[in-house]
């Protein structure tokens, strides 16, 4: 018997270091662990201790002998990692923390979604060193609230550790505060000694093509943020009277609006969908999704574990034209000799599978698309028709990065259709008074400290973590190691004392913020909202129901005080 990890697997890692056997790959350690799609366990090492999934903050970890018929891919995928990773590499030996001078450090993080939390976690563990976290919405978690999928109810288990981290008496809320607005950056550099910007990636990349800004041509990011009710989107202008849509672009995020358009309103209404969104998709028409990847199946972007989870979704069928499974000259001769990368090689297998299966006729769809791009959007006024073009590998077969790359042949085609969805990726916007790299949307830095510029001097006192610091890649998890270096760049400089001491003192912070107009939520406040959306979704059986108005969260805090 062996344990196995599964689709939740949110990559942080948290498994790897109570591992007695380090049979957990890869580990932070490893190169592999910056590119990964889920971490394996080695069946042929593992001892069934069960430390792992005691640990796992989202339930991703299964012994063999309880996984589900849905989950016994996972059984093949977690063995096919150890047919192509030398994993005798060893753990990182946990970090023996620096002593720290015999003052207080006092730590302003900007953002309060995972990588922010990640950073935190790491830095009170200290009771010397006090946390303030800002974020400008009233409630917490970033991207877990506002980003991962309604019906992926258990990647939203990752809540419990940044709760965990909020409730530590060295670390306070500023929620419902706007730097910028509220506060000014130079009046919290005045006084803290650093300043960490996690403020993620906040808009979406644009394709540049004719028609893009037609009524129905919607940035995913934007979608998504609307159907999990971020207050900013609640009024997302969304038609879904068509019967097809398409979606640009097949990464994670694609997969998931794709999955949201055709799964049965009453499993929806299940979870924590946003209310409005729950009552747009009952009357939808939509009856067809279709995905478009600029390149082959060999690069598409979702990981492995969120396409076959598509094969479960009541009522809808995977389709893809096998035809449209070519391969690159790279990939097919490795796989021909059994020397592909095994991740690959399973996106190649479970395309190939899916691609074989029967469609039930009256199904929704899903409907993959390799090698092909959008070349022009018309309509009038809003979108009807999406013109496309049918790529051709290139003869060198890699781009300036590496990559495979795709060129345009002269073939084209039409797709009628009345809702495009741009999921072509996120992209950070300038820091106000940070410097900004325009190529990569990040704040330059090194290793988590801001530069001035690109290979620039270091800031001191100004850090980064997350998208903003990285660029907008990897799962949530992803975010523990890029919290865990910049909180360690703080902690390094203020034990090498490269960071100056504040020259104000923090304690008017509240009333600082309080005479801008700031009606600042704290720890019992978001508390009371997290009570009082509980309470609300259980009474229709859902684990919250989210309110989604400032107003609204403002009241449940308010109330909860009284
Ligand atoms: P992504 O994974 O980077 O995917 C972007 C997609 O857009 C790719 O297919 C890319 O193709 C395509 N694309 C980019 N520019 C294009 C263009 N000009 N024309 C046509 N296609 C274009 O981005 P994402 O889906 O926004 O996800 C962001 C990160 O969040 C990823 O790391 C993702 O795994 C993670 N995420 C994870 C989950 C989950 O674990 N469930 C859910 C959501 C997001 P190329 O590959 O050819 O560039």
Same mark, same amino acid.
């Given at each position: 018997?062996?344990?196995?990890? $599964?689709?939740?697997?949110?990559?942080?890692? +948290?498994?790897? @270091?109570?591992?007695?056997?380090?049979?957990?790959?890869?580990?932070?350690?490893?190169?592999?662990?910056?590119?990964?799609? &889920?971490?394996?366990?080695?069946?042929? $090492?593992?001892?069934?201790?069960?430390?792992?999934?005691? =640990?796992?903050?989202?339930?991703?970890?299964?012994?063999?002998?309880?996984?589900?018929?849905?989950? =016994?891919?996972?059984?093949?995928?977690?063995?096919?990692?150890?047919?192509?990773? /030398?994993?005798?590499?060893?753990?990182?030996?946990?970090?023996?923390?620096?002593?720290?001078?015999?003052? =207080?450090?006092?730590?302003?993080?900007?953002?309060?979604?995972?990588?922010?939390?990640?950073?935190?976690?790491?830095?009170?563990?200290?009771?010397?060193?006090?946390?303030?976290?800002?974020?400008?919405?009233?409630?917490?978690?970033?991207?877990?609230?506002?980003?991962?999928?309604?019906?992926?109810?258990?990647?939203?288990?990752?809540?419990? !550790?940044?709760? +965990?981290?909020?409730?530590?008496?060295?670390?306070?809320?500023?929620?419902?505060? =706007?730097?910028?607005?509220?506060? @000014?950056?130079?009046?919290?550099?005045?006084?803290?000694?650093?300043?960490?910007?996690?403020?993620?990636?906040?808009?979406?990349?644009?394709?540049?093509?004719?028609?893009?800004?037609?009524?129905?041509?919607?940035?995913?990011?934007?979608?998504?943020? *609307?159907?999990?009710?971020?207050?900013?989107?609640?009024?997302?202008?969304?038609?879904? @009277?068509?019967?097809?849509?398409?979606?640009?672009?097949?990464?994670?995020?694609?997969?998931?609006?794709?999955?949201?358009?055709?799964?049965?309103?009453?499993?929806?209404?299940?979870?924590?969908?946003?209310?409005?969104?729950?009552?747009?998709?009952?009357? @939808?028409?939509?009856?067809?999704?279709?995905?478009?990847?600029?390149?082959?199946?060999?690069?598409?972007?979702?990981?492995?574990?969120?396409?076959?989870?598509?094969?479960?979704?009541?009522?809808?069928?995977?389709?893809?034209?096998?035809?449209?499974?070519?391969?690159?000259?790279?990939?097919?001769?490795?796989?021909?000799?059994? !020397?592909?990368?095994?991740?690959?090689?399973?996106?190649?297998?479970?395309?190939?599978?899916?691609?074989?299966?029967?469609?039930?006729?009256?199904?929704?769809?899903?409907?993959?698309?390799?090698?092909?791009?959008?070349?022009?959007?018309?309509?009038?006024?809003?979108? !009807?028709?999406?013109?496309?073009?049918?790529?051709?590998?290139?003869?060198?077969?890699?781009?300036?990065?590496?990559?495979?790359?795709?060129?345009?042949?002269?073939?084209?085609?039409?797709?009628? $259709?009345?809702?495009?969805?741009?999921?072509?990726?996120?992209?950070?916007?300038?820091?106000?008074?940070?410097?900004?790299?325009?190529?990569?949307?990040?704040?330059?830095?090194?290793?988590?400290?801001?530069?001035?510029?690109?290979?620039?001097?270091?800031?001191?006192?100004?850090?980064?973590?997350?998208?903003?610091?990285?660029?907008? $890649?990897?799962?949530?998890?992803?975010?523990?190691?890029?919290?865990?270096?910049?909180?360690?760049?703080?902690?390094? /400089?203020?034990?090498?004392?490269?960071?100056?001491?504040?020259?104000?003192?923090?304690?008017?912070?509240?009333?600082?913020?309080?005479?801008?107009?700031?009606?600042?939520?704290?720890?019992?406040? *978001?508390?009371?909202?997290? &009570?009082?959306?509980?309470?609300?979704?259980?009474?229709?059986?859902?684990?919250?129901?989210?309110?989604?108005?400032?107003?609204?969260?403002?009241?449940?805090?308010?109330?909860? &005080?009284?």
């Amino acid at each position: 018997m062996a344990h196995v990890i $599964t689709r939740p697997c949110c990559n942080d890692a +948290s498994c790897v @270091s109570v591992c007695p056997v380090n049979c957990i790959h890869p580990t932070p350690d490893e190169p592999e662990f910056l590119t990964a799609e &889920a971490l394996y366990i080695d069946p042929e $090492t593992c001892i069934d201790c069960g430390a792992c999934i005691d =640990e796992c903050p989202v339930e991703a970890i299964v012994p063999d002998d309880q996984l589900t018929e849905r989950d =016994e891919p996972y059984l093949q995928i977690n063995a096919d990692y150890y047919k192509d990773h /030398d994993v005798e590499g060893g753990l990182v030996p946990p970090r023996k923390a620096p002593q720290l001078p015999d003052r =207080e450090l006092h730590v302003a993080i900007v953002g309060a979604g995972p990588a922010a939390f990640y950073a935190a976690e790491e830095l009170v563990r200290k009771p010397a060193i006090k946390v303030d976290m800002f974020d400008r919405l009233p409630t917490p978690y970033g991207l877990v609230r506002a980003g991962v999928a309604p019906d992926h109810a258990a990647t939203k288990g990752v809540e419990k !550790t940044f709760a +965990s981290v909020a409730a530590k008496k060295n670390f306070d809320y500023y929620l419902n505060v =706007e730097v910028g607005k509220h506060i @000014s950056h130079d009046e919290l550099v005045a006084r803290y000694h650093a300043v960490i910007y996690a403020v993620g990636a906040a808009t979406d990349k644009r394709l540049n093509i004719e028609g893009e800004d037609l009524r129905n041509s919607v940035a995913a990011t934007q979608f998504v943020a *609307w159907y999990n009710g971020h207050p900013d989107f609640a009024d997302l202008d969304v038609d879904l @009277s068509s019967e097809r849509a398409v979606v640009v672009g097949n990464g994670n995020v694609a997969l998931d609006v794709a999955r949201i358009l055709v799964t049965d309103p009453d499993e929806l209404a299940k979870t924590d969908i946003a209310d409005h969104a729950l009552a747009k998709l009952r009357e @939808s028409n939509i009856t067809e999704v279709v995905l478009l990847g600029r390149r082959g199946v060999a690069q598409a972007a979702y990981t492995n574990s969120e396409f076959l989870a598509l094969g479960d979704v009541e009522g809808v069928d995977v389709v893809i034209d096998p035809e449209d499974l070519v391969l690159d000259e790279g990939s097919e001769a490795a796989l021909a000799d059994d !020397t592909l990368d095994s991740t690959i090689a399973t996106k190649i297998r479970l395309a190939r599978e899916f691609a074989e299966r029967p469609q039930t006729p009256g199904n929704k769809r899903i409907v993959f698309r390799f090698l092909a791009s959008p070349a022009g959007i018309a309509g009038d006024g809003e979108v !009807t028709t999406l013109t496309c073009v049918r790529n051709a590998y290139t003869e060198a077969d890699a781009d300036a990065a590496g990559r495979v790359a795709v060129k345009a042949t002269d073939e084209r085609f039409d797709l009628e $259709t009345g809702l495009l969805l741009r999921a072509i990726g996120y992209r950070g916007v300038p820091v106000t008074d940070l410097p900004f790299d325009e190529g990569r949307g990040v704040v330059p830095n090194a290793g988590g400290r801001v530069q001035a510029a690109t290979e620039g001097d270091v800031m001191p006192g100004l850090y980064v973590t997350g998208w903003i610091k990285r660029g907008a $890649t990897g799962g949530i998890g992803m975010n523990r190691l890029c919290g865990q270096e910049t909180a360690r760049a703080v902690i390094d /400089d203020f034990v090498a004392g490269a960071i100056g001491d504040p020259s104000t003192p923090r304690d008017d912070v509240a009333a600082l913020c309080a005479d801008r107009g700031a009606n600042r939520i704290d720890l019992a406040g *978001w508390k009371a909202i997290d &009570a009082a959306e509980k309470s609300a979704g259980k009474a229709a059986g859902r684990a919250r129901a989210k309110f989604v108005s400032i107003s609204e969260f403002e009241a449940a805090a308010a109330a909860g &005080a009284q």
